[in-house]
């Protein structure tokens, strides 16, 4: 890199900085307010701001437009228009209008709506959310302007997840403000979410992957046995980067600083060809932004390198899979996280009492937290001893839990001071602890001013999560704010407050060890649900409290809550028959053909030295002959077994009933045909085995 990480940083974003010296100051000023006070823009105003953005991505070398946006795909999408205007003479100009920038019209019939539109319905409106800067995107197209947007139907209804989340910003923010009031900050204005989404990815060489019609088709291997070595060792988990991965890891970077994605830390994760990447925090709704940057340019760049990027949560098995740590916090307009513990006795009582609406929160909308990280994906890594358990529970740390019990006690002196650590080596400076440990194996962790929800999908957009983190913490503090403002004594009022909250809702505080099967037990006996699967996940999004929870805070109206359960079912079921219909063409087409090879190769061998040398022994070949040719029946059983269940699911007509069925009888018919097909991975000439191995997969690159 020739240029300098200051010179290059942002320099593909309509920044701040841009917009203050491209645009005339009153028309910077009327922007502003509308990104920091929600001020409704003027058309006048939209006008002169997309001359100016249009001009400075012409001078950048950008000759298209899009309204970049994420519908409920979980992925992004865009439909790019030239700056291309025809003039009188049959020359061109290069133009772009206020109603060009604000409003875009993708057809929306063949995106997921869960219902709120009708196939034969196509309108659909992308609206430009100017919280989140536009940027410019270089690739084979050349540069394109790319606007982050909003996307609704004709009738209003929101058909991605970024307004959802807007709208939980806007509700967060009102609450936490009227909360803070009445603690005495008159001078917050505003609060806002602050994320930061860690993002874990397997890296393979792609040459290998287009060998693997499982990898192509569903993102995972369906089929595949261990090698020798997996991770036990434990010797790639921050180990010496290879070259060719960092070859790709510089030119990610770059791509992404450019694009003012704040990429910060790089390492090997504990799988080998398994890495992460994360970002300095920000604002939410930009932080969500820039994690699909990051996923789409991870996949962009890993093609440039011959490499392929797998976002799946589990794309080998008896490997840990991949999970996206998503780290949560609220900021005020001063500065101030209000998940920090501060030093003095009145910031130690904020952070109390916030700190106990949000535990408050997480116990009483466990089942909305634990869908928002549904996916058919994560069916295959929740509850290993690799991620969370799918039992939702809060980690605080020693330290905060016996500060919890002397409230509960009554004890009203409890410090929040750090230790300090002493090495033994005198050239080695003392260490401060930090406030807490941490729990690898708890789902929602206190890490230290913020809180770690560590169940998200690595594939998984980070939207959905902060939508529901923002609107349950929003409710909680509402409810606060309702008990407080009627009070006569606030102080004793705030502490009693704090006292109650924490005790009837420390069931959901556990510090222990997420993986044991003791917990397992504990939180049963505690009340705590284990919800094992997506499909039994689903149902919380339309439980009355949800819809009372979401409607309250006019986050989700009810039907947009009923539609997205309706695309999470048909989408659940949509992964499974493409996974069982990938491995009912791999078995039939690759393995079992590979496999009656091998036998008859066997067979030949034997007939061939009885023949030659009678009397010879062929027992070992015999053997191997009689054990093959058992798996090779028993896979052929289960290949018929499970093409029966996946022709039995697709006449199921009921999203929900249809997904069920996928999950209670064709994933265990799935299982029951990988078994016999990865035993005889173990056993077949390894030349005539028709796809790669896992050995190749993760380790040749």
Not at 498 to 506: E, F, G, N, Y
Request: with cysteine.
């Amino acid at each position: 890199m020739s240029e300098k990480l200051t010179d290059i940083f942002g320099i593909d974003v309509f920044s701040d900085a841009v917009m203050m010296e491209k645009l005339p100051k009153k028309t910077y000023i009327a922007l502003k307010k509308t990104i920091e006070n929600g001020d409704e823009l003027d058309s006048s105003v939209a006008d002169v701001v997309a001359h100016a953005m249009k001009d400075w991505a012409i001078e950048r070398g950008a000759t298209h437009y899009t309204h970049w946006f994420q519908p409920m795909t979980g992925i992004t999408a865009e439909k790019h228009d030239s700056f291309l205007s025809p003039t009188s003479d049959g020359k061109i100009i290069m133009d772009f209008s206020g109603k060009e920038l604000i409003k875009g019209e993708p057809d929306a019939s063949s995106f997921p709506s869960g219902g709120l539109r009708a196939t034969f319905e196509a309108r659909g409106y992308t609206a430009w959310d100017c919280t989140s800067p536009a940027f410019l995107r270089e690739d084979a197209l050349g540069v394109t302007l790319c606007i982050p947007t909003a996307f609704c139907s004709f009738t209003g209804d929101a058909l991605d997840m970024k307004t959802p989340l807007l709208r939980s910003m806007e509700a967060l923010n009102n609450q936490a403000v009227r909360l803070l009031r009445l603690l005495g900050y008159d001078e917050v204005t505003h609060v806002s979410p602050s994320v930061g989404p860690e993002q874990e990815y397997f890296l393979i060489d792609k040459a290998k992957y287009l060998k693997r019609d499982d990898l192509i088709f569903s993102g995972r291997t369906l089929f595949g046995a261990m090698p020798p070595k997996g991770q036990e060792m434990e010797d790639h988990y921050f180990g010496c980067i290879k070259e060719r991965v960092a070859s790709f890891m510089k030119e990610l970077n770059i791509e992404l600083w450019k694009m003012g994605v704040t990429a910060k830390t790089q390492h090997n994760e504990t799988a080998p060809a398994q890495h992460e990447l994360a970002p300095i925090y920000t604002t939410a709704n930009i932080a969500t932004d820039h994690n699909q940057l990051v996923m789409e340019c991870m996949k962009r760049v890993a093609n440039r390198h011959k490499l392929t990027c797998l976002l799946h949560e589990k794309p080998f098995a008896g490997v840990n899979g991949s999970g996206k740590h998503n780290n949560w916090s609220m900021i005020t307009d001063t500065g101030v996280n209000l998940l920090k513990r501060g030093k003095t006795p009145k910031e130690n009582l904020r952070f109390l009492l916030f700190l106990s609406a949000i535990i408050k929160a997480v116990d009483e909308h466990a089942d909305l937290i634990r869908v928002t990280a549904a996916n058919p994906g994560n069916d295959n890594r929740l509850g290993e001893d690799e991620a969370p358990p799918a039992i939702i529970s809060v980690f605080v740390g020693k330290q905060l839990e016996d500060i919890i019990r002397g409230i509960e006690n009554g004890e009203t002196n409890s410090h929040m001071e750090r230790s300090i650590i002493n090495l033994g080596v005198h050239t080695i400076p003392e260490l401060y602890t930090d406030g807490t440990d941490r729990n690898r194996t708890s789902p929602f962790a206190f890490t230290g001013d913020k809180f770690e929800f560590r169940m998200v999908g690595s594939s998984m957009s980070v939207g959905p999560v902060n939508t529901v983190l923002n609107t349950i913490v929003a409710d909680t503090l509402s409810d606060m704010a309702d008990e407080l403002e009627k009070v006569e004594d606030f102080d004793k009022a705030v502490h009693d407050l704090i006292k109650r909250t924490l005790s009837q809702h420390k069931r959901v505080i556990y510090n222990g060890n997420g993986y044991s099967k003791e917990w397992i037990e504990e939180a049963e006996r505690r009340g705590l649900a284990n919800i094992n699967s997506m499909v039994d996940a689903i149902p919380a999004l339309v439980t009355d409290k949800s819809v009372k929870l979401f409607e309250k805070h006019k986050v989700f109206s009810k039907s947009e809550l009923l539609a997205r359960m309706d695309i999470l079912y048909d989408s659940y079921s949509k992964a499974i028959n493409i996974e069982a219909k990938t491995m009912i063409m791999m078995a039939s087409s690759q393995y079992i053909p590979a496999v009656i090879k091998y036998t008859n190769i066997l067979a030949s061998s034997i007939n061939s030295i009885k023949s030659a040398m009678p009397g010879v022994s062929t027992w070992v070949q015999e053997e191997l002959l009689m054990k093959t040719s058992k798996l090779l029946s028993e896979a052929h059983t289960a290949l018929e077994q499970l093409s029966m269940k996946v022709e039995e699911a697709n006449k199921i007509n009921d999203d929900a009933k249809k997904a069920v069925f996928c999950h209670q009888e064709v994933t265990p018919s799935m299982a029951a045909l990988r078994k016999p097909i990865d035993e005889l991975e173990c056993i077949v000439d390894k030349e005539l085995w028709p796809v790669p191995s896992y050995g190749e997969l993760l380790y040749e690159l």
